[in-house]
């Protein structure tokens, strides 16, 4: 069966345009509740959300599936998505729930999902929640006595904020340190801040004003240029940008040059190799990161183990063979030792733990590896799917034979929107560039 619903991350789209309206978000919390109401126990669900102005149509109307089939309902209100997932799990929820479209704009909403281990759903999973939504559920609601309630959970806040700076190394303190964090306008304006001047450090937080239509509005981890400038401006010693539900992160140095998530999975990953807490002998990135952090990992003795584009699949590969780090170039790292999903902050911090602990400039410290010239361009298509096409597929064999084993191509489908992202990597930038070039012809072609 296909999935209609459900990308690489939730069920994500345009606010009050289909999939992404009230009667859908209803149907969603009603699926879900009955799929995850097993046992006599009173159930729960905790839900979550970022800044955007259409969470407020969206999370009631998940309320109101969810109370019709008797599950109560914790709100916590803008959240960012490893502390829903982080509660899900300690709280002994059954369910959690983020709304969020991560780092589109605010026209966008998007409904994420985690089981009662904190984890994102499964693949089969998803496709029961479909079939589900697709149905009449009408025979399974509870009788009005036992109709679930909605309450606001008060503290959720603080217990993140205490979580998150539990991951740091408990004999360290950020005194001195003058750091910009850049919130994004979204989900973590009040946390990530909070947790950073609780360790010490002079904080300069930027994007920390939502109005439901500012989230990543030329902010946040994929609009770094506000970070840079502020880096510069107040001559602070690193800059940390979250997305809009902040789960990803991308750093700046001192200098206000950007540090992608490569180098910064890089780095994590050689620190807890030497302090001897690395598992699984590597990192689990998926196919767009860098062959230069890969080449960099061998030269330490670690593997690089590559996975589809999706954080849910690094997880899942993670959790496979073992690792307890894994990521996305975009800035998405899963500390499995803390988390069950990628953590902005938290990742922040274990960088923070190194410059901390060397006393080194951040661009000494998180600037490991030169990458290979590397190249990504979307390309926005319409009815027609380009990928289909024999014109594009000459097109990326022809790419490829040119690189001749120098470099790679990879060609995909946007999860989340309609894309098709050319990427090309090699040691020849000229080459790399003239090769995405041909492709993107290619594909604008048949758009």
Same mark, same amino acid.
């Given at each position: 069966?296909?999935?209609?619903?459900?990308?690489?991350?939730?069920?994500?789209?345009?606010?009050? %345009?289909?999939?992404?309206? *009230?009667? %859908? *978000?209803?149907?969603?919390?009603?699926?879900?509740?009955?799929? =995850?109401?097993?046992?006599?126990?009173?159930?729960?669900?905790?839900?979550?959300? /970022?800044?955007?102005?259409?969470?407020?149509?969206?999370?009631?109307?998940?309320? &109101?599936?969810?109370?019709?089939?008797?599950?109560?309902?914790?709100?916590?209100?803008?959240?960012?998505?490893?502390?829903?997932?982080?509660?899900?799990?300690?709280?002994?929820?059954?369910?959690?729930?983020? %709304?969020?479209?991560?780092?589109?704009?605010?026209?966008?909403?998007?409904?994420?999902?985690?089981?009662?281990?904190?984890?994102?759903?499964?693949?089969?999973?998803? +496709?029961?929640?479909?079939?589900? %939504?697709? @149905?009449?559920? @009408? &025979?399974? =609601?509870? &009788?009005?006595?036992?109709?679930?309630?909605?309450?606001?959970?008060?503290?959720?806040?603080?217990?993140?904020?205490?979580?998150?700076?539990?991951?740091?190394?408990?004999?360290?303190?950020?005194?001195?340190?003058?750091?910009?964090?850049?919130?994004?306008?979204?989900?973590?304006?009040?946390?990530?801040?909070?947790?950073?001047?609780? +360790?010490?450090?002079?904080?300069?937080?930027?994007?920390?004003?939502?109005?439901?239509?500012?989230?990543?509005?030329?902010?946040? @981890?994929?609009?770094?240029?506000?970070?840079?400038?502020?880096?510069?401006?107040?001559?602070? /010693?690193?800059?940390?940008?979250?997305?809009?539900?902040?789960?990803?992160?991308?750093?700046?140095? $001192?200098?206000?040059?950007?540090?992608?998530?490569?180098?910064?999975?890089?780095?994590?990953?050689?620190?807890?190799?030497?302090?001897?807490?690395?598992?699984?002998?590597?990192?689990?990135?998926?196919?767009? @990161?860098?062959?230069?952090?890969?080449?960099?990992?061998?030269?330490?003795?670690?593997?690089?183990?590559?996975?589809?584009?999706?954080?849910?699949?690094?997880?899942?590969?993670?959790?496979?063979?073992?690792?307890?780090?894994?990521?996305?170039?975009?800035?998405?790292?899963?500390?499995?030792?803390?988390?069950?999903?990628?953590?902005?902050?938290? *990742?922040?911090?274990?960088?923070? *733990?190194?410059?901390?602990?060397?006393?080194?400039?951040?661009?000494?410290?998180?600037?490991?590896?030169?990458?290979?010239?590397?190249?990504?361009?979307?390309?926005?298509?319409?009815?027609?799917?380009?990928?289909?096409?024999?014109?594009?597929?000459?097109?990326?064999?022809?790419?490829?034979?040119?690189?001749?084993?120098?470099?790679?191509?990879?060609?995909?489908? &946007?999860?989340?929107?309609?894309?098709?992202?050319?990427?090309?990597?090699?040691?020849?930038?000229?080459?790399? $560039?003239?090769?995405?070039?041909?492709?993107?012809?290619?594909?604008?072609?048949?758009?």
């Amino acid at each position: 069966m296909t999935r209609k619903l459900f990308g690489t991350d939730g069920i994500r789209g345009t606010a009050n %345009i289909y999939p992404m309206t *009230a009667e %859908i *978000a209803m149907k969603v919390g009603m699926a879900a509740g009955h799929y =995850f109401v097993r046992g006599t126990h009173r159930h729960r669900v905790v839900i979550g959300k /970022d800044t955007r102005l259409s969470g407020y149509m969206i999370e009631p109307a998940l309320v &109101s599936g969810f109370v019709a089939m008797g599950m109560d309902v914790l709100l916590v209100g803008p959240m960012p998505t490893p502390a829903v997932a982080m509660l899900t799990h300690s709280m002994r929820c059954d369910l959690g729930v983020m %709304i969020s479209a991560s780092h589109n704009p605010f026209g966008d909403n998007g409904i994420k999902l985690f089981g009662p281990d904190g984890y994102k759903l499964p693949d089969n999973v998803e +496709l029961k929640l479909e079939e589900l %939504i697709e @149905s009449d559920l @009408s &025979s399974q =609601f509870v &009788s009005p006595e036992k109709l679930g309630r909605a309450t606001r959970l008060e503290d959720a806040s603080g217990r993140y904020v205490e979580f998150a700076k539990k991951t740091f190394p408990e004999d360290l303190r950020l005194d001195g340190l003058k750091i910009v964090v850049d919130c994004a306008n979204g989900a973590a304006y009040k946390v990530a801040p909070a947790v950073l001047w609780e +360790l010490g450090a002079e904080v300069i937080p930027v994007g920390v004003t939502p109005n439901g239509f500012n989230i990543n509005k030329d902010c946040g @981890s994929t609009a770094t240029d506000t970070l840079s400038q502020q880096v510069v401006t107040h001559k602070a /010693d690193i800059g940390i940008a979250l997305d809009g539900d902040a789960d990803r992160l991308i750093i700046c140095d $001192e200098n206000g040059d950007v540090i992608d998530g490569d180098q910064i999975m890089g780095l994590v990953t050689t620190h807890l190799h030497k302090r001897g807490l690395l598992k699984g002998g590597g990192l689990v990135a998926t196919v767009m @990161s860098n062959m230069g952090l890969e080449k960099y990992l061998e030269d330490q003795g670690l593997t690089l183990q590559r996975t589809q584009v999706g954080d849910r699949y690094v997880v899942e590969r993670m959790r496979a063979d073992g690792f307890n780090i894994g990521g996305e170039q975009s800035g998405h790292i899963v500390l499995g030792d803390y988390a069950t999903t990628g953590d902005g902050l938290v *990742a922040a911090l274990q960088v923070l *733990a190194v410059i901390v602990e060397r006393g080194q400039p951040t661009s000494q410290v998180c600037r490991l590896f030169d990458p290979f010239p590397q190249i990504l361009k979307n390309v926005r298509y319409g009815n027609t799917f380009p990928l289909d096409e024999e014109s594009v597929q000459q097109a990326i064999e022809e790419g490829e034979g040119r690189l001749n084993g120098a470099g790679r191509v990879l060609i995909r489908k &946007s999860g989340t929107e309609p894309l098709i992202r050319v990427m090309a990597e090699g040691q020849d930038p000229a080459l790399v $560039e003239e090769v995405v070039d041909d492709i993107v012809a290619a594909v604008v072609e048949v758009s």
